[in-house]
């Protein structure tokens, strides 16, 4: 294989217009990258990534390449990745890049092969599909591959396949469906590496999660259906971080937010926060539009898709496209589904209802529109900078486990994103430092 798979080269410039474009939203990845530049602390360091390939990841690649990291990029969704982007990165900044949206499943894992042919010292993931390929393929389980990788992993001698394990100092892992099966397979333990678990950084999760998924996702719906949010039934399955800014952001454009949840805490802070929450069966008879974000399986399954009214949009924006039985759907239509706008496969039910699924069932909000906004992703994408640049310097103190990002890091990087923004808090008196330390001071 060539050291790159892009769609086509001569969309290079375009992406790297768009590239400056969101690197002028992400002032704190820039002031690493200053940093960097100088110091080098990634050199020497080859990594694999497996990211959503957007305009705010390619300034991270690049970020990790002025630290001196030798790179090889690879989609970490077969619909996300911004082709003119991917062309952008092998053009113009040389960092091997492997990822074309609408790749099939084999193309997708013939990608992974190519990020763990590059030898990776460090692992950078986006849902642990690169990781859990390298486990597979070290245990020798290669029937949980798919089956072209699988057939690549079992010509390799028994001390290439365990050599591809040992370089590895450690990893970072960017989404919570990934830090969930990361904190699987060290309790499995199978985990044979540590892992920073980027997601749990406060500024990851309160932000990107919330914010950057709530707007992104309403974008990638509209996006692909135009349709009018006011007055429609908006059903939001899942009120973790990514559902808290979906539902937040509907309401904000005028729709009555349903929301479901398995969780008694969530459903409360939901019903709390205005919302009315009832189980999917219910709310599967009333929504016009039904949106996704658990990280579970078949939360919209064949009995929802039976009551569901005709035209119904069904959308996710969870990391993968497991959360809509979409099989299901398809054995209860008669015939294929039409495209009836990019992004837009309507089924067509045995009773004539028409339902409508966005994006392959894959995160709309990086399927039919750009995934978070840089402003956001600034954060994300300097803690996986930073906890790179950690890991480098202290892979060999830690343990086989999933560790959350230092909280002087999240700190920092809270700080620089404020001094950005133009925004100045207070600071402590002494006074105050003194009260709130002591015991002593009562009614
Ligand atoms: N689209 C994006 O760009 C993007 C960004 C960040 C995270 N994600 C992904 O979105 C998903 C959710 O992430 P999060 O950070 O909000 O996770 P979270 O753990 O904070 O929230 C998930 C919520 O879903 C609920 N849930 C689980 N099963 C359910 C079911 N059957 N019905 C209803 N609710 C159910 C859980 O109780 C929990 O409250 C993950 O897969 C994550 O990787 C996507």
Redesign the pocket.
């Known amino acids: 294989m060539s050291n790159y798979d892009v769609k086509d080269l001569g969309q290079a410039e375009g992406g790297r217009r768009r590239m400056d474009w969101a690197e002028r939203e992400m002032p704190v990845l820039r002031s690493i990258r200053a940093r960097f530049k100088k110091e080098k602390p990634l050199k020497g360091l080859r990594v694999s990534a497996c990211l959503h390939v957007t305009t705010e990841t390619a300034n991270l690649m690049v970020t990790l390449q002025d630290g001196g990291a030798d790179i090889v990029l690879t989609a970490s969704n077969p619909l996300s990745t911004q082709d003119d982007v991917a062309a952008a990165l092998v053009n113009q900044f040389e960092i091997p890049t492997f990822a074309i949206k609408g790749e099939d499943k084999v193309t997708y894992f013939k990608h992974i092969r190519a990020a763990l042919e590059h030898k990776p010292h460090m692992t950078m993931d986006d ?1 642990a599909d690169l990781v859990s390929s390298l486990f597979f393929i070290e245990m020798g389980r290669f029937e949980k591959l798919e089956p072209s990788l699988g057939a690549w992993a079992k010509g390799l001698s028994d001390e290439e396949r365990k050599q591809m394990l040992k370089n590895v100092i450690g990893g970072t892992e960017e ?4 830090v969930i099966r990361l904190k699987a397979m060290e309790a499995d333990k199978i985990l044979k590496f540590p892992v920073i678990a980027v997601n749990d950084a406060l500024t990851k ?1 309160l932000f ?2 919330r914010y ?2 709530g707007q ?2 309403i974008d990638g719906i509209i996006r692909a259906t135009n349709v009018l949010l006011a007055g429609k039934n908006f059903v939001v ?7 808290r800014g979906l539902a937040s952001r509907a309401r904000g454009m005028g729709a009555l937010v349903i929301v ?4 008694p805490m ?1 459903a409360l802070e939901a019903v709390m926060d205005g919302f009315q929450v009832m189980p ?1 069966d219910e709310a599967a008879k009333i929504g016009d539009i039904f949106c996704t ?4 399986i078949n ?1 919209i399954d064949k009995k929802h898709f039976e009551v569901m009214k005709d035209g119904a949009i069904v959308a996710n ?4 496209n497991v959360e809509i039985n979409i099989p299901s759907l398809a054995r209860m239509s008669v015939g294929e589904p039409n495209l009836v706008r990019p992004f837009v496969e309507q089924y067509t039910t045995k009773d004539g209802r028409k339902i409508n699924i966005l994006g392959e069932g894959r ?1 709309i ?2 399927a039919s529109a750009e ?2 906004p840089a402003s956001v992703m600034d954060m994300s994408f300097a803690n996986q900078a930073l906890a790179a640049e950690y890991m480098a310097k202290n892979a060999k103190t830690l343990e086989k486990k999933v560790y959350s990002v230092p909280i002087d890091i999240d700190n920092e990087i809270a700080r620089l994103k404020l001094e950005a923004m133009g925004v100045k808090i207070d600071i402590l008196t002494d006074e105050q430092l003194k009260y709130l330390s002591s015991w002593e001071e009562g009614t």
């Open positions: 849902g989404t919570t469906t990934g999760h990107d999660n950057g998924t992104s996702t399955a899942g009120y973790g971080w990514c559902g479901t949840e398995i969780d969530k999917m974000v658990t990280g579970d939360v924006s969870g990391h993968f995160l909000n990086l995934g978070h």
